[in-house]
């Protein structure tokens, strides 16, 4: 039997928590430039982001799962 290490919340399942990787990026100008994001993408399975759960890699492209992101991007550390 396989447990889910990584329990996802309900919410975070909604459709309206996914966006295409340009439009995730659109909505956060302020915070992410595109090569950061590409930098994240790249380098997910080294960074934990695939781990994390909040990334979708479906018909060669990448859907963020806004809530995962968020909870990912602050466990980062310095």
């Known amino acids: 039997m396989q447990t889910n290490q990584n329990p996802i919340e309900p919410a975070a ?4 928590n996914i966006f295409i990787l340009e439009k995730f990026q659109e909505k956060h100008a ?3 430039t595109p090569g950061q994001l590409t930098w994240f993408m790249r380098n997910r399975a080294r960074n934990g982001l695939s781990k994390s759960g909040a990334v979708i890699l479906s018909a060669r492209k990448f859907y963020i799962n806004e809530p995962l ?3 990912w991007f602050a466990s980062q550390k310095a």
């Open 30 to 32: 302020d915070k992410f």
């Open 13 to 16: 399942l909604a459709l309206d």
């Open 69 to 71: 992101f968020t909870q």
